[in-house]
Structure formats: C-alpha cells, structure tokens
C-alpha cells in the first residue's frame, strides 16, 4: 500500500479538533514558533514529548534518539542544541529517558547488536565508571532502572560541556539543564534532583575560560 489512508484520516480528524478547539491556531503556529523547553528523549515510540507533558504543538522543540543520549560527535543533537539555544532562545533543556530503555538493556548486555553496539558504546562508559554502584544493586529491574537514571544525569553534564550552553551562560543567556525520567508503566516523570543553571555548578576541568 502506497498511502497510509488510516494515517491520513487520522490526520484529518486530528486538525479538525484543534482548530475548533482554537480557531486560526494553525495560521498562527504557521508564522513563527517560541517554544521555552527543548526535549531530548529516546526514540522509543512509548515516550512523545508532547502528550507526555501536555504541551501543543510548537510549544517544545524536540530531539530523540535511542537511549537519549548527548555526544560531542553527534552533529545532528548539537545542531539541535544550537538552533534551540542560540536561535529560539529556550529557557530549558530537558534531558529525559525513560525505565525499561532498550538501549539501556542492550548496552548492559554483552551480546552482538550489529550497528547500534557503536552508538551503544556510550552507554557502556557509563556503565565502566559507575560499575561499582550498580554492582551494589543485585535485582537486574532495579539494576536498569538505577541505569536508566544515570545515563540521563551523564547526559545532562554532556549538554552542560557543549561549548553552545556554556556561551549562553558566559552572555547572561536564562538557561537551565534538567534530568528527569518517563515510567511507561504508570504514564509519570520523575525529576532526577537534577538541574544545573551556570557554569560554576559544573566540573572545573569542563568550564571554558
């Protein structure tokens, strides 16, 4: 099947809602988006941004990909950030994973997953410098969980060491960096405890002169 009727009439059933709902709310969003938040979740088709945290559309930038991961190579996410930073001018970057991470899981694990070990790569540094607290965890669901949540504070201090970020505070720019995690089982976030607003909150050897 060429076309995805189903999607289509989905579609048109979708933009018809909202526009009752909001008359000429498309006309407007057409014209410009300032949206304060940007997302970088996983691509998991269980986490959208927007229903999550019940925002419309053009009220948060998003950026995904598998395990939500942050890396200085990766110059799709910085683009991201950048456009989201320095253009939009975003007053937050949530960093958001989620338990039960199927990145997560496969980068714990010591099996062959063909492409994807590369990117997994970064999840299991993680895991190298933070063996000894997971090893502390016996049960293997609260074992990834615990993981789950210290990839997402590992990539908030990634977004933090970003040469784009670290500009905007050195220019008095409002910005703040925060960690939380999605539960799929029960539909809710839980903040990570972790937020950070200014250079001076983050490692010496990362702040730039």
């Not at 694990?109 to 993680?126: A, C, M, V």
């Not at 220019?171 to 799929?184: T, V």
């Amino acid at each position: 099947m060429r076309v995805l009727k189903d999607l289509f009439d989905k579609n048109e059933i979708w933009a018809e809602k909202i526009e009752a709902a909001d008359p000429g709310f498309f006309a407007a969003l057409s014209k410009q988006q300032t949206p304060d938040y940007l997302w970088i979740g996983c691509s998991d088709s269980r986490v959208p941004a927007n229903e999550i945290v019940g925002l419309m559309p053009g009220e948060i930038f998003v950026h995904r990909n598998i395990a939500n991961l942050v890396v200085h190579t990766d110059l799709n996410c910085l683009s991201v950030i950048q456009f989201a930073v320095e253009v939009l001018k975003v007053k937050h970057i949530i960093v958001c994973g989620h338990y039960g991470c199927g990145g997560i899981k496969a980068a714990m694990e010591n099996g062959e997953h063909g492409l994807i070990d590369n990117w997994l790569r970064n999840i299991k540094d993680i895991h190298r410098f933070r063996q000894a607290e997971l090893d502390f965890v016996q049960d293997p669901k609260k074992k990834l969980d615990l993981m789950c949540e210290l990839n997402v504070v590992e990539q908030v201090s990634n977004v933090c060491h970003t040469t784009i970020v670290q500009n905007a505070w050195k220019n008095k720019q409002d910005l703040s960096i925060h960690g939380w995690i999605y539960d799929i089982a029960d539909g809710r976030l839980k903040d990570l405890d972790v937020c950070i607003t200014q250079a001076d909150e983050i490692a010496e050897t990362h702040r730039l002169k």
